[in-house]
C-alpha cells in the first residue's frame, strides 16, 4: 500500500488573513502541522501552496517536498491534485492520498498512524474516507465545528454546520484514491457545498460515498482567534507580510 500526505495551505483566508504564517509557541501554524505529521512516521509528505512564505516557513523540514500551487484553486481538494499530479511525475503513483489541512497544528500522530490500517480494512468499501470521533458537548452549536451522521456502514449521510442530533464531529482528514481525486476535481461546486463551505458535500450531492473512520482523536482545527485561545493559545503573532 502507497500513501503520500499532501497538506495544502494557502496565503488567502478571509476571517485569518495570512492564517498558516502566524506563529505560536516559536512556530509557524504551517510549521507545527507539517511537525506533527513527520512524528506520525508517515512518508512521504508535502506541502502544497500557493506562496512562496508558507513553502518558506517549512524550507528545513528534512524529507518535506515543497510544491507551489496555482492560487485559483476554490478548494484545498483542488489544490492537492495539482501537488499530486506535479509528484506523481517524480516518485510514480500512490494508492491513496492523504489530506491533512494547513490549519491542523493539533492533531494527533497517533491518528495518522492508525490511518493505514483503517484504510486496509475499508479500501473495498469506497474511495474516498474522512476522520470522525465523538461530537463533544461544547460544540454542538459551533458552526465552525462540522458535523456528520452516519448510516450502518459509516457512510456520511449528511455534514452541517448546524446543531444536528446523532452527529459526530468531522476531524478533517481527508483520503482519496487517485482515481476519486481527479473525478471530484471535475465537478462543480454544488449547492451544499456553497451553502456550508463544506466542500465533501460536493461528493455526497452527486451521490458519490465517503465513508468515514471513527477514531478516538479529537484536535481543534484553527479556523478563528477563538479557536486558538480553545486551544490554550494565548500569545500569537499575526503574519504581516
Not at 46 to 62: E, P, R, Y
Amino acid at each position: 500500500m502507497k500513501l503520500i500526505v499532501i497538506v495544502p495551505a494557502r496565503i488567502g483566508s478571509e476571517r485569518m488573513p495570512n492564517k498558516p504564517l502566524l506563529k505560536f509557541n516559536g512556530k509557524t501554524m504551517v510549521r507545527h502541522t507539517i511537525d506533527r505529521i513527520m512524528e506520525s512516521g508517515l512518508q512521504p509528505v508535502a506541502l502544497a501552496s500557493d506562496s512562496s512564505q508558507i513553502l518558506d516557513a517549512c524550507s528545513n523540514i528534512t524529507g518535506l517536498y515543497p510544491v507551489m500551487t496555482s492560487s485559483d484553486h476554490k478548494c484545498g481538494t483542488e489544490r492537492v491534485l495539482e501537488a499530486y499530479d506535479i509528484l506523481a511525475r517524480e516518485l510514480g503513483e500512490f494508492d491513496f492520498i492523504i489530506n491533512v489541512q494547513g490549519d491542523e497544528p493539533f492533531i494527533s500522530p497517533e491518528l495518522l498512524r492508525q490511518l493505514p490500517g483503517e484504510l486496509e480494512k475499508r479500501k473495498n468499501l469506497a474511495e474516498f474516507w474522512t476522520t470522525v470521533t465523538e461530537l463533544p458537548e461544547a460544540e454542538k452549536g459551533d458552526r465552525n465545528v462540522a458535523k456528520v451522521v452516519l448510516d450502518m456502514q459509516d457512510n456520511a449521510l449528511v455534514f452541517t454546520r448546524d446543531p444536528i442530533g446523532c452527529a459526530l464531529k468531522h476531524t478533517s482528514i481527508y483520503i482519496y484514491t487517485p482515481g476519486f481525486l481527479r473525478k471530484f476535481c471535475k465537478m462543480e461546486q454544488s449547492p451544499l457545498e456553497k451553502a456550508y463551505s463544506l466542500e465533501q458535500m460536493r461528493a455526497l450531492d452527486n451521490g458519490l460515498k465517503l465513508n468515514c473512520i471513527p477514531l478516538p482523536f479529537d484536535a481543534i482545527s484553527v479556523n478563528t482567534y477563538e479557536d486558538l485561545e480553545k486551544a490554550g493559545i494565548q500569545n500569537y503573532e499575526v503574519y504581516q507580510g
